[in-house]
């Protein structure tokens, strides 16, 4: 128990670091070919997550595994120029492992299932020059606030389970205490903006409209992150799987720490889709 949580601890301060310094300096810093550095993070990010889908069905590296970690990458480095395009190569790559893999829906719509949130973290991070980046780092803390919330509530008060069935360990108190936490995080962030000077009169919203916008939609996104994470268990408990790899020490697999991620970037990105044009400053 205890070197699981030292192993936890190390990997979470590894892990960690290397994630939001590039999510902060990803538009600052380029490497070869004028790649972004958040870009090359979407792609090793996509690539992961690519391998461990296919280690999860067939525990090999296979034809098919090359084609999903192809797209992923090349769907994190188009999403900056053309995210349009990047859902359309995301589609192609769909269709092409679904021949490759005889006909294997669930298996190869896993690669929509990686891609769509990969091109939603691409669309927020570059859709503005102004405070994407900060609105990132929001969805990170949002959806990690909600996994802490949910553990340290659901552990200490308990209650009815959720769905025993796909995750034995989920409980409405900790479903409330995911929201409240996230709800928390994002006051601090709306005092941030304010204090940062990113709410101003041209955004047409005053600091109080800010930040109930930005709680209910914390409150929103953990809902939907802790639906992602049902999601996934139900992927492994039909696949009799209890993590999804052992690629992150004391952790599990990527998908075991983003699957509330991956739904919640993409509620976000169709968030600032409809509403970049509206005067919102984010």
């Given at each position: 128990?205890?070197?699981?949580?030292?192993?936890?601890?190390?990997?979470?301060?590894?892990?960690?670091?290397?994630?939001?310094?590039?999510?902060?300096?990803?538009?600052?810093?380029?490497?070869?070919?004028?790649?972004?550095?958040?870009?090359?993070?979407?792609?090793?990010?996509?690539?992961?997550?690519?391998?461990?889908?296919?280690?999860?069905?067939?525990?090999?590296?296979?034809?098919?595994?090359?084609?999903?970690?192809?797209?992923?990458?090349?769907?994190?480095?188009?999403?900056?120029?053309?995210?349009?395009?990047?859902?359309?190569?995301?589609?192609?790559?769909?269709?092409?492992?679904?021949?490759?893999?005889?006909?294997?829906?669930?298996?190869?719509?896993?690669?929509?299932?990686?891609?769509?949130?990969?091109?939603?973290?691409?669309?927020?991070?570059?859709?503005?020059?102004?405070?994407?980046?900060?609105?990132?780092?929001?969805?990170?803390?949002?959806?990690?606030?909600?996994?802490?919330?949910?553990?340290?509530?659901?552990?200490?008060?308990?209650?009815?389970?959720?769905?025993?069935?796909?995750?034995?360990?989920?409980?409405?108190?900790?479903?409330?205490?995911?929201?409240?936490?996230?709800?928390?995080?994002?006051?601090?962030?709306?005092?941030?903006?304010?204090?940062?000077?990113?709410?101003?009169?041209?955004?047409?919203?005053?600091?109080?409209q800010v930040?109930?916008v930005l709680?209910?939609?914390?409150?929103?996104?953990?809902?939907?992150?802790?639906?992602?994470?049902?999601?996934?268990?139900?992927?492994?408990?039909?696949?009799?799987?209890?993590?999804?790899?052992?690629?992150?020490?004391?952790?599990?697999?990527?998908?075991?720490?983003?699957?509330?991620?991956?739904?919640?970037?993409?509620?976000?990105?169709?968030?600032i889709y409809?509403?970049?044009?509206?005067?919102?400053?984010?």
């Open positions: 128990m205890h070197s699981n949580l030292f192993l936890r601890l190390v990997s979470a301060l590894v892990l960690a670091p290397i994630v939001l310094g590039s999510i902060w300096f990803g538009k600052d810093f380029y490497v070869d070919y004028s790649i972004p550095l958040y870009s090359i993070l979407l792609a090793v990010f996509g690539a992961g997550l690519a391998w461990e889908w296919t280690h999860m069905f067939d525990k090999k590296v296979s034809v098919n595994t090359v084609w999903m970690v192809l797209f992923a990458c090349l769907c994190a480095f188009m999403t900056e120029a053309n995210p349009a395009f990047a859902l359309w190569l995301a589609i192609l790559g769909t269709t092409i492992v679904f021949y490759k893999s005889g006909s294997r829906l669930l298996y190869s719509l896993g690669l929509l299932y990686i891609c769509i949130p990969l091109i939603s973290l691409g669309y927020i991070y570059y859709v503005n020059d102004t405070v994407s980046r900060e609105i990132v780092l929001w969805l990170f803390f949002v959806v990690w606030a909600t996994d802490i919330g949910g553990y340290v509530v659901g552990k200490s008060v308990g209650g009815p389970k959720i769905a025993p069935k796909i995750s034995a360990k989920k409980t409405w108190s900790g479903l409330i205490g995911g929201a409240v936490f996230a709800m928390a995080v994002a006051y601090v962030f709306a005092l941030y903006l304010n204090a940062n000077n990113y709410i101003t009169p041209t955004s047409g919203l005053t600091f109080e930040k109930m709680i209910c939609s914390a409150g929103i996104l953990a809902v939907v992150s802790q639906a992602g994470d049902f999601f996934e268990s139900y992927i492994k408990r039909s696949l009799n799987l209890k993590d999804s790899s052992n690629l992150i020490p004391g952790h599990g697999g990527l998908f075991d720490r983003v699957d509330g991620l991956l739904f919640a970037s993409v509620l976000t990105a169709v968030i409809f509403f970049k044009d509206g005067g919102m400053v984010f």
